[in-house]
T-cell receptor, first 112, second 109 residues
Framework: DAGVIQSPRHEVTEMGQEVTLRCKPISGHDYLFWYRQTMMRGLELLIYFNNNVPIDDSGMPEDRFSAKMPNASFSTLKIQPSEPRDSAVYFC??????????FGSGTRLTVV | GENVEQHPSTLSVQEGDSAVIKCTYS??????FPWYKQELGKGPQLIIDIRSNVGEKKDQRIAVTLNKTAKHFSLHITETQPEDSAVYFC????????FGTGTRLTIIP
């Protein structure tokens, strides 16, 4: 099993541009989480899905952020328009068998 | 909701010494407490976990303790090695996982 796969690993974009982050979860795991990590705020839960349905998006900072999970093997996090304060590392994670999470390697987003 | 506090935020220890990281949680319904290690450029990785019906668990050089009454849990690393240098996160789980703020551990050779 390749684990949780995220792409791209790094993204540099100009302010105002649309950014799409991608996640391929582990097959057969029902829960999928999107986290954002910054020095100031640590790891913040943005949104999570159960069986492809968004359950809690209270962590999504603004309407500029949206997430979808069209099927069990793919999820996206979109920021439109992007701003410099969105610069962070974004992680996708699956719940594992014990109730903890398996994380992807993250996407480092820089908005200039 | 759950609130997890973690201390210290930074910790430096001599190689071979022990390191202890402490966490407290607020929600008595939390019943699972994983610990994660995050190395530079990587996502957090589970290193050990403990459930609320257990007071202590050990895996080679790392151990976790849990005091449900006081809502405290701790990570202990013995005989530290340079490769233990990383950021460590505690977490508490009740339906969803809440992370502590992290401890940057540096092992001094």
């Amino acid at each position: 099993d390749a684990g949780v796969i995220q792409s791209p690993r790094h993204e540099v974009t100009e302010m105002g541009q649309e950014v799409t982050l991608r996640c391929k979860p582990i097959s057969g795991h029902d829960y999928l989480f999107w986290y954002r990590q910054t020095m100031m705020r640590g790891l913040e839960l943005l949104i999570y899905f159960n069986n492809n349905v968004p359950i809690d998006d209270s962590g999504m900072p603004e309407d500029r952020f949206s997430a979808k999970m069209p099927n069990a093997s793919f999820s996206t996090l979109k920021i439109q328009p992007s701003e410099p304060r969105d610069s962070a590392v974004y992680f996708c994670a699956n719940e594992d068998m014990r109730g903890g999470y398996t994380f992807g390697s993250g996407t480092r987003l820089t908005v200039v | 909701g759950e609130n997890v506090e973690q201390h210290p935020s930074t910790l430096s220890v001599q190689e071979g010494d022990s390191a202890v990281i402490k966490c407290t949680y607020s929600d008595s319904a939390s019943n699972y407490f994983p610990w994660y290690k995050q190395e530079l450029g990587k996502g957090p990785q589970l290193i050990i976990d403990i459930r609320s019906n257990v007071g202590e668990k050990k895996d080679q050089r790392i151990a976790v303790t849990l005091n449900k009454t006081a809502k405290h849990f701790s990570l202990h690393i013995t005989e530290t090695q340079p490769e233990d240098s990383a950021v460590y996160f505690c977490a508490a789980v009740n339906e969803k996982l809440t992370f502590g703020t992290g401890t940057r551990l540096t092992i001094i050779p």
